[in-house]
């Protein structure tokens, strides 16, 4: 089974720089061009299974990537984005101390108190991934989002503090990952130009 990981397209909110959590915030042209190229860049893959977080922006860009149309895409709500509570749509400069060193040093620092926890992410990635192992698929193409990706890369991966945060996905690129019983390998990335 091969996994084509990828984070949604541009939205509002990304191109001014705004925390972006579980608002429902649509693509924008951008973003849906972004979707359009990394459907070019991968070629002609046929989905067994596209999954998607339920937020609009995700299942735009499931739908997109993956050539089917809304009604078949798999929404499961283990891959919605992070909670960030109060810091959603605050600009990234402007989060104050504690969510800044948070969200730049998660492995030593921790959430503030309305933040969702690595553990909180950690523990919904993995049940997401060990139960996708379960499945007879090919290929399945997963879209949610740049905080949650990072949870799931980190089983992809085998990380030891089981997040690979760095680098930032960035809207539209593809992480392929192959599964080799009992683990994941990384294959490739496509890179969205963004």
């Known amino acids: 089974m091969k ?18 959590g579980r608002i429902d ?5 951008t973003g849906r061009s972004q979707a359009e190229k990394a459907r070019q860049d991968i ?30 895409i798999i929404v499961d709500p283990r891959l919605i984005e992070v909670d960030f509570g109060i810091y959603d749509t605050k ?22 108190k309305s933040v969702e926890s690595i553990k909180s992410m950690v523990a919904r990635s993995e049940s997401f991934l060990k139960d996708l192992e379960k499945k007879d698929y090919e ?12 949870a799931l890369a980190g089983y992809l991966e085998n990380k030891k503090n089981k997040i690979k945060w ?5 809207n539209c690129e593809v992480r392929v990952y192959e599964f080799e019983n009992p683990k994941w390998n990384f294959v490739k990335c496509f890179e969205n130009d963004n």
């Not at 339920?54 to 050539?67: F, H, Q, V, W, Y």
């Not at 402007?94 to 492995?107: C, D, I, Y």
Request: charged fraction near 20%.
């Open 3 to 20: 996994i084509w990981l990828t984070r949604h397209g541009q939205t509002d909110l990304n191109k001014k720089r705004l925390m972006q």
């Open 25 to 29: 915030q649509p693509l924008n042209d």
């Open 43 to 72: 070629g002609d893959v046929k989905f067994d299974a596209v999954y998607s977080s339920p937020l609009s922006r995700a299942r735009e860009t499931a739908s997109i990537i993956g050539n089917i149309p809304m009604d078949q």
């Open 91 to 112: 600009a990234f400069d402007s989060l104050g101390l504690r969510m800044w060193a948070f969200w730049t040093l998660p492995e030593i620092i921790p959430n503030p």
């Open 139 to 150: 290929n399945v193409l997963v879209v949610c989002h740049g905080g949650i990706i990072r």
């Open 166 to 170: 760095r680098p930032r996905p960035r």
